[in-house]
T-cell receptor
Framework: DVKVTQSSRYLVKRTGEKVFLECVQD?????MFWYRQDPGLGLRLIYF???????EKGDIPEGYSVSREKKERFSLILESASTNQTSMYLC???????????????FGEGSRLTVL | GENVEQHPSTLSVQEGDSAVIKCTYS??????FPWYKQELGKGPQLIID?????GEKKDQRIAVTLNKTAKHFSLHITETQPEDSAVYFC?????????FGSGTRLSIRP
């Protein structure tokens, strides 16, 4: 079975703390994504990566950074957490076809972050 | 910017009835249209998809239709069952971008 694993299902952090959200996939996918999910706003792309050490900004990258040192692992970093970053964070991966994004995304179960 | 509008945001139907969710996209370069289902406490999962060279696709009780001229696509669920209760997302995919709709919360009444 294909699997995308997010290390933490629930986190509570304080304003100003540094937060790491880890994601690992076992499908040898080239593409990996971090989305933020908020009610009524759907899934908004924070960052994606199409290869090791490569990253591209999504629609809402402000306040976030990412790291992809190995193909299977994609980390989302909040350098200084703020209350407006309280949200559900979803990691996903997909195969890469040609030079573009491809069809099916495989999602992890999400990490619900609360910043106090 | 490019976007995908999804309606309705919430939908309640009687068990056994049909449910329809509609999406409109703006990016003419979109050529792939997947639908994802997110059950409570889980990540979204692909349930059906359609490519731009096809007008309709069916898989048991679910079907998707695409009108590329009007930039509309829809998800149809027939004979709804309690396990169909979930949040559904449409998406429009081009070579460079995946754009999601805002989601529809579907509830099935017993």
């Amino acid at each position: 079975d294909v699997k995308v694993t997010q290390s933490s299902r629930y986190l509570v952090k304080r304003t100003g703390e540094k937060v790491f959200l880890e994601c690992v996939q076992d499908m040898d996918h080239e593409n990996m994504f971090w989305y933020r999910q908020d009610p009524g706003l759907g899934l908004r792309l924070i960052y994606f990566s199409y290869d090791v050490k490569m990253k591209e900004k999504g629609d809402i990258p402000e306040g976030y950074s990412v790291s992809r040192e190995k193909k299977e692992r994609f980390s989302l970093i909040l350098e200084s957490a703020s209350t407006n970053q309280t949200s559900m964070y979803l990691c996903a991966s997909s195969l890469r076809v040609g030079t573009g994004v491809t069809g099916e995304l495989f999602f992890g179960e999400g990490s619900r972050l609360t910043v106090l | 910017g490019e976007n995908v509008e999804q309606h309705p945001s919430t939908l309640s139907v009687q068990e056994g009835d049909s449910a329809v969710i509609k999406c409109t996209y703006s990016d003419s370069a979109s050529n792939y249209f997947p639908w994802y289902k997110q059950e409570l406490g889980k990540g979204p999962q692909l349930i059906i998809d359609i490519r731009s060279n096809v007008g309709e696709k069916k898989d048991q009780r679910i079907a998707v239709t695409l009108n590329k001229t009007a930039k509309h696509f829809s998800l149809h669920i027939t004979e709804t069952q309690p396990e169909d209760s979930a949040v559904y997302f449409c998406a429009a995919v081009s070579a460079s971008k995946i754009i999601f709709g805002s989601g529809t919360r579907l509830s099935i009444r017993p």
